[in-house]
Every structure is written in structure tokens, then in C-alpha cells.
């Protein structure tokens, strides 16, 4: 077996057994606050591409999977961790990076070098996100 597939299986042993360590963990935010950050479209962006139960809305992304789909079967760590820094799970995705600064790759200029969510406002949506759970 090559050092690459080892590492990559190991990497994924290790993401099991932390998602196992605590599976229904609820994020330390407000759900409430992080749904409000999800529809605002000059804040969370969230809806430019993606859809969801978002009934007052009716004008909702179609370009990324509905977030009910998305968030399926993932815990609150790994839903941060996607909000963090998304181009680490899938390099070609248009996903801006909400926990760090943009490096300005599809992104307004004015949000270039900065950070889209403090880490308080990333733990809301991560909140609200768990809620869709089924």
C-alpha cells in the first residue's frame, strides 16, 4: 500500500472515530441567529445557492445541493469544519471560506483578505444546520 492511501485511510479512521466521539454534539450557537444569517443574502449568502425550508424565500439557489441534503448525516464539527475552509473537501467548489480570510477567488472585493463569519456567527449556522437533521 502506498504512504498516500495509508495516510488518506488513516486520516479517515481518525475523522470517524472523532465524528463517533460525540455524534449528536449540538454546536454552542443560536439556532435562531444562525437561520437569520442563512437567508441574508448580504450576509450568509447561503441562498444564492443552495435552498431549504425557507418558505418567506421563494427566490432560493439551485446551483449546490438543498441544505437539508447536505447537512445529512454529518456532525457539528464536520459542518464547521465545511463552513471553515470547504475547498479542503472539495477543491473545486465556488464556496467562499466563512472561517478564514478569502483569498479572493470568486468573492466580491470588498470581502477579500477578510473573514465572511466571526466564529460566534459560524457556530450559530451550525446550530440552525443541525436542526435540519432528520
Known amino acids: 500500500m502506498g504512504a498516500r492511501r495509508a495516510l488518506w485511510l488513516w486520516l479517515g479512521c481518525l475523522s470517524s472515530a472523532l465524528a463517533m466521539a460525540q455524534p449528536n454534539a449540538m ?17 450568509g ?17 439551485n446551483l449546490a445541493p438543498p441544505l437539508p441534503m447536505l447537512v445529512q448525516g454529518k456532525t457539528a464539527a464536520q459542518l464547521r469544519e465545511r463552513l471553515i475552509d470547504p475547498a479542503r473537501f472539495n477543491p473545486a467548489t465556488i464556496m467562499p471560506r466563512y472561517g478564514q480570510p478569502s483569498l479572493g477567488v470568486r468573492i466580491h472585493p470588498q470581502f477579500i483578505g477578510q473573514g465572511l463569519l466571526k466564529d460566534a456567527e459560524i457556530d450559530d449556522v451550525v446550530a440552525f444546520l443541525m436542526t435540519l437533521q432528520p
Do not use: M
Open 45 to 61: 449568502f447561503c441562498l444564492l445557492c443552495h435552498s431549504g425550508p425557507f418558505e418567506e424565500d421563494p427566490f432560493q439557489g
Open 27 to 43: 454546536p454552542s450557537g443560536d439556532a435562531k441567529q444562525g437561520r437569520a444569517i442563512v437567508v441574508d443574502r448580504q450576509r
